[in-house]
Structure formats: structure tokens, C-alpha cells
């Protein structure tokens, strides 16, 4: 456990200005503290402008705040799952990041256009397609949503494959965030070259060019892994 319940209620209470502080502080702590950061492929960012749509696989609960810390120069605004604030961990990632929510599993339009608002402005996006935590340590099926975002903003997508963070914050077996523990371990990330999606073939059925553009999508995030965290993109 992160901090206990009791002191989150504390801390709650607070002005969000003092929260966002000790938000920043703690979470940096954590991290400077557990992880052994590799990071390897920032040179192909050098030189790319924005707006760009990061995505990543998902290992566990510290992927977000991990990438906060290596992405800062780029200052994504994280697309979080609106029902996770019930943590001390994501609670307070919430406050210190720049995030905007979205309701899993449902075809939130609201929080889909929020997204794709956001990268026209020139915003960058940090997003999780596969919309939850894989709790078999690999690539699990990416939910729908990545083509349209990507589409309407014309935004480029620059893939992020991660490794490690199942060791720093395991799942643990009831799948409660509040009871999940740091341990220490390497975390390897490495960030992949800027692409666009592919365009929709003229024959080709709107739900087929979807699901062909995002797994091709997801297996460029697949192709920065090894094997064994491939999953469901190994082909």
C-alpha cells in the first residue's frame, strides 16, 4: 500500500495547488527510488512537431507515471479511465498530470472528441490502447478508438513499447489497486519512429480498415518488445 486510505483522505482535503506539489515530489520520489529507467530511441523524435499521438502498452498501474517522468519534455496530456480515482497512486497521478478521461469499454464520443480537440490544438497525447492493465504480462487486443482519434486529428502516432513496470508495481491477484506494492526493477522503454495511419483501400468495409489500421498500429508498439511480451501482435 502506497499511503493508507486514512491519509488520502487527508490529503484530499486539501487545496489542489498543495496536492499538485506533493503530487509531483512523491511521484518523482517513487520512481527515483524503484526504477532503473533504459530508455532508448528519443532521437526519433528529434526534429518531429506536434501535435503526436503516443501509444503504449500496458503493463501495470505505474506505466503512466513512468512515462510522465520520461516524456516530460513533450508534456502529453495522459488519457486516463474515468473510474480510476479510487487509488492513492492514480489519484494522485491524476492531480499532477495533465489528463483527460474517457469511459472504458463504451463508445464514450464525448471523451473521444475531447482527445481529438485536444490534438488540433496542438496538444500531445499519451493514451493506453489496449484501455486496460494486461494481466497476463503481454500484449492484450487494443479497444476500439485509436483509428478515429488518430484519423479525425491527423495526428502522428509514435509508439511506445515498455517493459518492466509488471515487476516495479505488480498486479496484484484481487486486481486492487490500493494494495499493490513497489518493488525495485529496470524498466526498459523504447520509443519507436513517428508514423501516420494507412489509408482505407476503396473495397475495403469501414469496421475491416479499423481493425487493420490498429493492429498494425499496435504492432508497431509489438515490434519495440521482446517476443515474450508480444501477445496477441507476435505476427
Excluded at 494522485?92 to 482527445?115: C, F, H, R
Aim: a positive charge; proline letters at 5%; glycine letters at 8%.
Amino acid at each position: 500500500m502506497i499511503i493508507s486510505p486514512k491519509v488520502l483522505g487527508i490529503i484530499e482535503l486539501l487545496p489542489t495547488s498543495v496536492v499538485r506539489i506533493f503530487a509531483i515530489k512523491f511521484l518523482s520520489h517513487l520512481i527515483d527510488k524503484y526504477a532503473k529507467l533504459h530508455v532508448s530511441g528519443m532521437e526519433n523524435l528529434e526534429g518531429i512537431d506536434g501535435p503526436i499521438l503516443f501509444i503504449g502498452n500496458h503493463l501495470s498501474n505505474s506505466d503512466g507515471i513512468i512515462l510522465w517522468k520520461v516524456m516530460k519534455k513533450w508534456d502529453p496530456t495522459f488519457v486516463a479511465g474515468a473510474k480510476l480515482k479510487g487509488d492513492a497512486l492514480t489519484y494522485l497521478g491524476t492531480i499532477a498530470v495533465k489528463n483527460t478521461t474517457i469511459i472504458p469499454n463504451t463508445a464514450d464520443k464525448e471523451g473521444i472528441s475531447n482527445i481529438i480537440k485536444l490534438l488540433k490544438s496542438g496538444e500531445n497525447i499519451l493514451m493506453f490502447p489496449e484501455g486496460t492493465r494486461s494481466r497476463v504480462g503481454e500484449m492484450i487486443k487494443a479497444k476500439r478508438g485509436l483509428n478515429l482519434i488518430a484519423k479525425l486529428s491527423k495526428a502522428k502516432i509514435v509508439p511506445i513499447g515498455m517493459y518492466g513496470p509488471e515487476k516495479l508495481l505488480p498486479i496484484g491477484k484481487t486486481s486492487d489497486m490500493n494494495n499493490e506494492t513497489f518493488h525495485k526493477a529496470d524498466i526498459h522503454i523504447k520509443i519507436g519512429k513517428p508514423f501516420y495511419l494507412e489509408k482505407r483501400n476503396k473495397d475495403e468495409e469501414r469496421k475491416e480498415y479499423e481493425e487493420r489500421t490498429t493492429d498494425s498500429a499496435m504492432k508497431k508498439i509489438a515490434e519495440l518488445l521482446p517476443e515474450e511480451y508480444r501477445g496477441v501482435y507476435k505476427d
